[in-house]
């Protein structure tokens, strides 16, 4: 399996066909269809790691007074307890917490519903541990690469470019001139397979600051390069800053590339 990061952006994409939408949909139908779906959502973070390990996880609505609509969406995809065991043994020594209370949150459940709109692919979610540097979670990732023979798709879900502070609402406003160089710096990076500048994107000067102001959103992208393999091929998929600063940026990583 590839192994795929998504920038998912606002949650109203779940209601919506977009550019951004039928992205995601375009790359369900270009590889073979997963086992399992493991995926690792900007919003999930807990202080130690947990995974979702319940049979029927519930869709969470995580999200302020958007359309009312949003809250009538449910994505009933099934869990697996398997899956989250196999998770567990992988990850270890790092004690990992089989979770029965999280569920699937919009990070997750907004990207699938337009992916694979059956929902009948089971999921499991992994949390982020917000106490640990950077690199940890690249390590993370790597751990889990042996789930890509397995037939288990890993998802990273967040944006590289996430600043809702500044966002514009119109679409058709233009990005800002550092979110756009910070995105494309970060996807130069990611062609390079420069995982060491991209963990210490912070350093990247004032874009870095404007464009990733919290890790949440960024973190996603740590695992899935973790994951990669040394033979996998780069494809972007959706590559466009919408609002002005929410990146949409999704990257694919596969041998041989993939072609969406």
């Not at 270009?30 to 202080?47: F, Y």
Request: charged share 20%; with cysteine; net charge negative.
């Amino acid at each position: 399996m590839p192994v795929i990061f998504i920038g998912h952006g606002s949650p109203t994409n779940a209601l919506e066909t977009n550019d951004a939408t039928r992205g995601w949909s375009r790359i369900a139908g270009a590889i073979r269809r997963p086992r399992a779906i493991l995926c690792i959502s900007a919003h999930w973070c807990t202080r130690g790691t947990a995974v979702t390990a319940m049979a029927a996880p519930r869709t969470i609505h995580d999200f302020g007074p958007l359309s009312p609509r949003l809250f009538e969406i449910r994505y009933p995809a099934p869990g697996s307890p398997e899956l989250a065991g196999r998770v567990r043994d992988l990850l270890a020594p790092d004690a990992v917490t089989l979770d029965t209370s999280w569920g699937l949150d919009h990070g997750t459940w907004a990207v699938l519903l337009k992916a694979y709109p059956e929902a009948d692919i089971p999921v499991v979610q992994l949390s982020m541990d917000i106490t640990r540097p950077p690199q940890w979670h690249v390590e993370m990732g790597a751990r889990l690469q042996p789930l890509r023979d397995e037939g288990i798709l890993i998802l990273g879900s967040g944006n590289i470019v996430h600043n809702l502070s500044l966002l514009n609402w119109d679409p058709e406003s233009k990005p800002y001139d550092w979110a756009q160089r910070f995105n494309e710096r970060i996807k130069e990076c990611i062609v390079r397979n420069d995982s060491m500048t991209i963990c210490g994107y912070q350093d990247l000067g004032s874009d870095a600051v404007l464009a990733a102001p919290n890790p949440d959103h960024f973190w996603p992208l740590l695992y899935v390069l973790g994951a990669r393999r040394v033979e996998d091929a780069v494809t972007f998929t959706t590559d466009f800053i919408q609002y002005r600063s929410l990146g949409m940026t999704s990257a694919c990583f596969s041998a041989p590339p993939l072609v969406v």
